[in-house]
């Protein structure tokens, strides 16, 4: 066909050939089974070529028989196809009609998979999801596709029920008890400056070798991409594959599983093994009250003037335990935290568009500007990305904002290390003023070494 093309269209072997091509369909029409008729479809249309009309009849008809048989993934191709040749004869309603069957088998398969011989709710709301959206470009009758959402927002729910968790065990009584003599003896000020400062954040370049290292292991649970699931069922978000030949896409999947991983791993394991352990030993030797607590919010260069209050009653709740009150006090203002940060380092935190309207850049803006990595530093600004941003992370700050999230949610491992990273970020002043940062906070060398093995192992 190539050759022929390069001959030219006019020439006698391209009009044998696309004669020789439909031929082949029509004999086809009856008896494909498989994908070869849609190679030849692909040939005429990709060369614009033969009688358009016929061969969108010949595919709208192996797709109905396909359809009946079962052999639905096929069926749609070949819908596909139909509608990609009355698209070209500029006759949208046909293709439309075409288009809708694509979209309903789309519907029927989801059908299918419920009942005990199905594939259960879990697939059914992806395949029901896909004929949604089909039937929404094909242009299909508004109630139907509200009703079919509403099955759809059904399904998701049950689906959770079909849903198996797996669990791994880890000794973290070394670090606990290691987390219980980091507070021992000290002052309400030197313990906090200890908690927050004695445990590192996430080291970006070793969490990225891990990944690799566990994609190099481990080479299939990389090969397909994933869907990111709110705790109703619904599809928030999808994590790339690491299959590609793209240095981009290769990218994204690096850092979604970066993402992945400290939300699964890192942030968990040093909530249940290091802040809970150290916050209850503060509590317990010395109940802080917000008078006590001042010193780590007044003059605070972290804290915009009028929004101290907040940060106080936010931090001082995390020492007694109410994170629900700490999810909705520090959560929000981390933002504007970021945005006076940069401010007075002399940068620009607005925009302006054409109508002259000056609008604040929201957090994932402000978090990605290379002012902000200066800054704060690439670890702590992939610990605010995770933890309130990214949808492969812990993504707080949007599941807060929309009301997502539960009060049982409250006291799970991201508003705690929220609460961590906050005091962390206010103390790094203070600390740097007293000198608490020239000399050791708790735990020398020795000890942090042993700390890190303990937890790689």
């Known amino acids: 066909m190539a050759l022929a093309r390069v001959l030219g269209p006019k020439k006698p072997l391209f009009t044998e050939y696309i004669a020789f091509v439909e031929e082949r369909l029509k004999s086809l029409e009856s008896v494909c089974e498989d994908a070869y ?26 797709g109905d028989r396909l359809e009946t048989k079962g052999s639905s993934f096929l069926a749609r191709d070949y819908y596909d196809r139909a509608g990609r040749f009355l698209g070209l004869l500029n006759n949208p309603g046909a293709a439309r009609k075409t288009l809708l069957k694509k979209g309903e088998s789309w519907v029927a398969q989801a059908h299918s998979c419920i009942g005990e011989s199905g594939r259960g709710y879990f697939a059914a709301t992806h395949d029901l999801a896909m ?51 980091h507070m021992e003896g000290k002052s309400l000020q030197d313990a906090t400056f200890a908690m927050a400062l004695g445990h590192p954040v996430i080291n970006c370049d070793e969490l990225r070798k891990r990944v690799l290292e566990n994609a190099n292991r481990f080479p299939l649970t990389t090969l397909f991409a994933g869907s990111l699931l709110a705790s109703d069922g619904r599809v928030i978000g999808h994590k ?37 352990v150290c916050r209850r030993q503060i509590w ?75 609008e604040q850049r929201l957090l994932g803006t402000l978090l990605a500007m290379p002012e902000t990595i200066e800054l704060f530093g690439k670890d702590q ?14 993504d707080l700050r949007n599941r807060l904002a929309h009301g997502f999230l539960t009060y049982n949610q ?9 609460w961590w ?37």
């Open 37 to 62: 008729g849609l190679h030849l479809l692909d040939m005429l249309a990709d060369h614009r070529a033969g009688d358009f009309a016929a061969a969108a009849q010949i595919a709208e008809s192996i």
């Open 131 to 181: 004929g949604i959206e089909s039937l929404r470009q094909a242009g299909a009758d508004e109630a139907r596709i509200g009703a079919l959402h509403k099955a759809l927002i059904e399904w998701q729910q049950k689906s959770t029920a079909e849903m198996q968790s797996f669990t791994h065990e880890t000794d973290v009584s070394q670090l606990v008890e290691g987390a219980r003599k």
């Open 240 to 276: 790339p594959s690491g299959f590609t030949s793209s240095a981009e896409e290769r990218e994204k999947f690096i850092e979604a599983e970066m993402f992945h991983q400290a939300a699964q791993i890192d942030w968990s394991l040093r909530a249940q093994a290091y802040i809970d």
């Open 284 to 358: 317990t030797a010395h109940r802080p009250t917000l008078r006590d607590l001042q010193f780590l919010v007044l003059q605070n260069p972290f804290i915009p003037r009028g929004h101290e209050p907040m940060f106080l009653k936010g931090i001082a709740a995390g020492f007694r335990g109410d994170f629900d009150i700490v999810a909705h006090l520090l959560v929000p203002q981390i933002e504007e935290s970021i945005r006076h940060v940069l401010k007075n380092a002399g940068h620009i935190t607005s925009k302006l568009d054409s109508k002259l309207i000056q």
């Open 381 to 394: 600004v992939f610990e605010m990305r995770g933890l309130l941003c990214e949808k492969t992370g812990h």
């Open 410 to 418: 409250c006291w799970n491992s991201d508003v705690m290390n929220v």
């Open 421 to 457: 990273l906050v005091i962390r970020l206010v103390s790094f002043p203070i600390a740097e003023r007293s000198g608490v940062l020239t000399r050791d906070v708790g735990r020398d060398e020795d000890e942090r070494s042993k700390e890190k093995e303990t937890e790689s192992s």
